[in-house]
């Protein structure tokens, strides 16, 4: 089964979040994009990839370890951007801050705890987001890109993060579906 770690997003800012998605798609109506489901919108700490059922344990009881010494997380969802660029966007998302850089040590507490289990850790350094989009092709993608622009200083609020979760992904021919298969809390 495909896995991964993550974070979820408060509904306050779920639903600032899906406002801007929603002026994305307005501002680029002809952009060649795949837009995410508003109810799969995550922050990921870790990709794990495949995941074997017998394996499951062993990965909660490394995510627990990893999540007891830590306190709850006052996370910011703000501005907005892409990958590789703004202007030319391969993968449209929502910035993800936290405390100072306790996001950043939180991702690598998570996939430090993971790599005794043969997960390879993400070699690229880790900011936080919440995809919204991903391109298919450059059609349309000049509004977008201006559209991505404009909305560089957006604001979506605050929350506390107050677990993460092990989720599954199901791949299926409409977007994926996620099902959580562990809530860990942070500070155990």
């Given at each position: 089964m495909r896995c991964f770690v993550a974070i979820d997003l408060s509904p306050e800012v779920r639903a600032a979040i899906v406002r801007a998605q929603a002026g994305l798609r307005a501002g680029a109506p002809h952009a060649d994009v795949r837009w995410l489901d508003p109810g799969g919108m995550h922050l990921t700490l870790a990709f794990l990839g495949e995941v074997r059922e017998e394996q499951v344990a062993a990965v909660e009881s490394a995510l627990a370890a990893a999540m007891t010494p830590r306190p709850p997380l006052g996370l910011v969802a703000s501005g907005l951007g892409g990958?590789?660029?703004?202007?030319?966007?391969?993968?449209?998302?929502?910035?993800?801050v936290g405390e100072g850089e306790a996001l950043g040590r939180t991702a690598a507490a998570v996939a430090s705890a993971l790599v005794p289990l043969?997960?390879?850790?993400?070699?690229?350094?880790?900011?936080?987001?919440?995809?919204?989009?991903?391109?298919?092709?450059?059609?349309?993608?000049?509004?977008?890109?201006?559209?991505?622009?404009?909305?560089?200083?957006?604001?979506?609020?605050?929350?506390?993060?107050?677990?993460?979760?092990?989720?599954?992904?199901?791949?299926?021919?409409?977007?994926?579906?996620?099902?959580?298969?562990?809530?860990?809390?942070f500070g155990g």
């Amino acid at each position: 089964m495909r896995c991964f770690v993550a974070i979820d997003l408060s509904p306050e800012v779920r639903a600032a979040i899906v406002r801007a998605q929603a002026g994305l798609r307005a501002g680029a109506p002809h952009a060649d994009v795949r837009w995410l489901d508003p109810g799969g919108m995550h922050l990921t700490l870790a990709f794990l990839g495949e995941v074997r059922e017998e394996q499951v344990a062993a990965v909660e009881s490394a995510l627990a370890a990893a999540m007891t010494p830590r306190p709850p997380l006052g996370l910011v969802a703000s501005g907005l951007g892409g990958f590789p660029s703004a202007r030319r966007p391969r993968v449209v998302w929502a910035g993800i801050v936290g405390e100072g850089e306790a996001l950043g040590r939180t991702a690598a507490a998570v996939a430090s705890a993971l790599v005794p289990l043969g997960f390879r850790a993400e070699e690229r350094p880790f900011r936080g987001h919440v995809t919204l989009a991903r391109v298919r092709s450059p059609r349309g993608l000049q509004p977008l890109g201006d559209a991505v622009a404009a909305g560089v200083r957006a604001d979506f609020g605050a929350w506390t993060a107050r677990e993460v979760v092990l989720y599954r992904s199901h791949l299926r021919t409409s977007g994926a579906v996620y099902e959580p298969l562990v809530r860990l809390p942070f500070g155990g």
